[in-house]
């Protein structure tokens, strides 16, 4: 079955970068969506088509392709940034969806 | 308001049936794609199910084809999620959410989800 592959963590200090990637062997064929997850919430989508950001998702929060990798920056990242992270395309048939198994985000 | 608002979770046995629902409002159910979404306790997301604006085209995931079944009733604003064959490792919280575009499936309303508890 098809897979995204991402780091289980990544760690940034308050104002600091952060950088989340993605693998997947159907790139750059298949767009990549990341989601934003707090806990006990539900996901918000805040990358779409790569590197598109939907109306209301702060400016700090990027997108970027290179090869059969995306990766999800959040530049100045904050506090309330904290959360998981989790990217999603579908296969190459474009039949199934599939997310990869997620980021935790700590900015601390 | 525009929302998706899921019901119909709870506990069952392994080997038993539970059809979830979810109610869309404040837009135009008929003219989205919908999916089912689950995330198991303490774990990541996993996509599940699409049906097309009108139910003519559905995907599955592979480890839930043949036991769920995934529907809509436009006129009600209703998709479903009928599951059968429950396994102790269908226990999550599933979501309901729109696709936003029918050529790029990625989610832009999603419910608040609703607990299936499998267990004996």
């Known amino acids: 079955s098809y897979e995204l592959t991402q780091p289980p963590s990544v760690s940034v200090s308050p104002g600091q970068t952060a950088r989340i990637t993605c693998y997947g062997e159907?790139?750059?064929?298949?767009?990549v969506y990341w989601y934003q997850q707090k806990p006990g919430q539900a996901p918000v989508v805040v990358i779409i088509?790569?590197?598109e950001r939907p109306s209301g998702i702060p400016e700090r929060f990027s997108g970027s392709v290179s090869g059969t990798t995306v990766t999800l920056t959040i530049t100045g990242a904050q506090a309330e940034d904290e959360a998981d992270y989790y990217c999603?395309?579908?296969?190459?048939?474009?039949?199934?969806?599939?997310f990869g198994g997620g980021t935790r985000l700590t900015v601390l | 308001q525009v929302q998706l608002v899921e019901s119909g979770g709870g506990l069952v046995k392994p080997g038993g049936s539970l059809r979830l629902s979810c109610t869309a409002s404040g837009f135009t159910f008929s003219d989205y794609y919908m999916t089912w979404i689950r995330q198991a306790p303490g774990k990541g997301l996993e996509w599940l199910s699409y049906?097309?604006?009108?139910?003519?085209?559905?995907y599955y995931a592979e480890s839930v084809k043949g036991r769920f079944t995934i529907s809509r009733d436009n006129a009600r604003n209703l998709m479903f999620l009928q599951m059968n064959s429950l396994r102790v490792e269908d226990t999550a919280v599933y979501y309901c959410?729109?696709?936003?575009?029918?050529?790029?499936?990625?989610?832009?309303?999603w419910g608040r989800g609703t607990l299936v508890t499998v267990s004996s």
């Open positions: 999603q395309s579908a296969d190459r048939s474009g039949t199934s969806g599939v």
């Open positions: 049906i097309s604006m009108s139910g003519g085209i559905i």
């Open positions: 959410a729109r696709v936003a575009e029918s050529k790029h499936w990625y989610f832009d309303l």
């Open positions: 088509k790569d590197s």
């Open positions: 159907a790139l750059p064929r298949q767009y």
